[in-house]
């Protein structure tokens, strides 16, 4: 049942609709006059006595559709639509498409509206066919319809339909910048890479992620899964020279691509090599993850201690908890009795900070999660999320 403030918002819209109506049919026939009349006070009753199915049916009944009247039934779906009535907006949009008498451009409103009603609603296949006439009829809508159309193809994961779609979009508004154009596109393809590798298809894999990577210089994933295929395949070198663009991409997903990274370095045997790279990036893009790392390299190769030294000092530079619970590890490794008991506590208190904490967020909405999504749950952007910096972060 509706909620007492949408009743009165659906009481306030018929009422004006209802008097536009009436001021626009002037010399019309008394007994239309009445009928109507008739039927909004019904609606009124029925609203009364709180019975929503027969308020809503005798209001729309009432008020006539006209060119006036057009946005008050606009306005009254859309209304319904946010509050979940989808089966009443669907009603109110499909009596408009009805009526031969509004102009083509008021019906392909209409027509958009619909479509969203059936998005809404989970009915994509009939929201597609809805918006696919939009695009062909060049209507005003179109742009609107084009934006649905790769909503509804993303959803279906239908890529290459999602990428042709988007094309049209190049001109148009899409991702609100031309940016956000390329983006989304690299995205599709990066699905796609994802699709022919799953078949073992190399070829096609590295024709979509070149693809991708035309579209957005800056992706990621493009370079993290064709650095990834390069290594599976052994060819290091050449993963290597994909991975280390990542930096330049986006300093913020370097821990993405650091394990494989130093994989390749290390199949090709070349410490030293890694050595300087890790410490490139440290001076232009520190983060903890990156501080335990070299630390590891440290501790191999000189022991514990200097590992532990190397940690406090990055510590007093930009201080974070899982830099500083690595710190308390190193340390438990050579403390007994009274101190080991009291680091070891020290060391669990500052891992239920971390556990309560999420490790990644989205630049565009705020949503936080433990899992990178290439995909926004929140606000459906693509490439949005990256790892949480600061003390309880990176």
């Known amino acids: 049942m509706m909620d007492f403030g949408l009743f009165f918002l659906l009481l306030v819209a018929i009422a004006i609709g209802f008097l536009l109506g009436w001021r626009a049919r002037g010399k019309r026939a008394h007994s239309e006059n009445q009928r109507s009349s008739q039927g909004y006070f019904r609606g009124l009753n029925y609203l009364l006595n709180e019975q929503a199915d027969g308020a809503m049916d005798a209001f729309i009944d009432a008020l006539e559709v006209t060119p006036e009247t057009l946005e008050t039934h606009l306005a009254l779906g859309n209304l319904l639509r946010r509050k979940g009535e989808i089966t009443k907006a669907t009603k109110i949009h499909q009596n408009l498409l009805a009526r031969p008498s509004l102009t083509t451009l008021q019906l392909h ?22 918006l696919q006439e939009l695009v062909e009829a060049n209507s005003q809508y179109k742009s609107e319809a084009l934006e649905h159309l790769v909503e ?75 650095g990834d295929m390069e290594y599976q395949l052994g060819n290091y070198r050449e993963a290597l020279k994909l991975l280390q663009k990542v930096p330049v991409q986006n300093p913020n997903m370097i821990i993405e691509s650091l394990d494989l990274v130093c994989d390749c370095y290390d199949k090709l045997g070349d410490k030293r090599g890694l050595h300087r790279y890790l410490q490139e990036l440290l001076t232009h893009y520190p983060s903890s993850t990156l501080v335990i790392r070299i630390a590891e390299e440290i501790r191999w190769a000189e022991g514990d201690h200097a590992a532990a030294d190397f940690i406090a000092q990055q510590l007093r530079q930009r201080p974070t908890i899982k830099a500083l619970i690595r710190l308390i590890e190193l340390h438990l490794l050579r403390s007994d009795g009274r101190a080991r008991e009291n680091l070891q506590l020290l060391k669990q208190l500052m891992e239920r900070v971390l556990e309560a904490k999420p490790d990644y967020s989205c630049g565009q909405c705020g949503f ?27």
């Open 109 to 130: 409103g209409a027509q958009l509206e619909l479509a969203r009603d059936f998005i809404k609603a989970g009915l994509l296949d009939r929201a597609e066919g809805l």
């Open 368 to 394: 936080t999660g433990n899992q990178l999504h290439w995909l926004c749950p929140g606000c459906k952007s693509w490439g949005t999320i990256t790892a949480i910096t600061g003390v309880e972060g990176e």
């Open 152 to 226: 509804i193809y993303q959803d279906e994961r239908e890529w290459a339909k999602a990428i042709h779609v988007a094309n049209q979009l190049s001109h148009r508004r899409f991702g609100k910048s031309a940016h956000g154009r390329g983006r989304a596109r690299a995205h599709f393809c990066c699905e796609l890479a994802e699709q022919a590798l799953e078949k073992k298809d190399v070829i096609n894999a590295r024709r979509y992620l070149r693809q991708a990577l035309s579209y957005d210089k800056q992706s990621v994933r493009a370079s993290l899964l064709w």
